[in-house]
């Protein structure tokens, strides 16, 4: 079973959008992808926990988050052979693991851990809060915005993870991302 969380290796360098809800990861992997005529993996979680709470009128429990994480890779993997450039990821393994820390008492599945710590990328956006807050089914923290992004931030500097800190307006955002990109692109020819 343990395959399914493995990332497979891949020709592209792979970017993370990481970060709270409703700062603008999907926004931005989208704009990023057309940018670069490459391509983006959505967040795999969405579609999962909007289907649950269309059907049950339940949210995510603890039990969802390895179907959830075997998705996001399998869609990860997937996409990742349409492009040899940039793959940008609108979420990680790592982002589930912070959100089932949150949510669970500090708690993460050993397996989910495992692989959120094991598989890689080149490059993480820590997206700032500074984006109004959208209301959805699924978003429910809009008054812990600020320990949500500490908690993002926190995994990423206790994991040493590459990050730069995304904030402004989407313009900002994407030149700022755009000039990181660029230059990971240099460095890979």
Known sequence: MEEKFIQQPANCIKVVLFG??????????????????SVWVPEYARDYLQNKWNNERKTCEPKDLLPIAIGQIKLENKLAKKTNTVLFCDTDLLETKVYSEAYYTGNCDPILEKYALQNTYDLYFLTYIDTPWEADDL?????????????FENALIKHNRPYVLLKGNKKERLETAVKHIDKLLKEKV
Do not use: C, I, V, W
């Open 20 to 37: 709270p809800e409703s700062t603008g990861k999907t926004t931005l992997s989208r704009q990023l992808a057309r940018y670069y005529n």
């Open 139 to 151: 978003r429910d923290k809009p008054n812990h915005r600020k320990q949500m992004f500490e908690a």
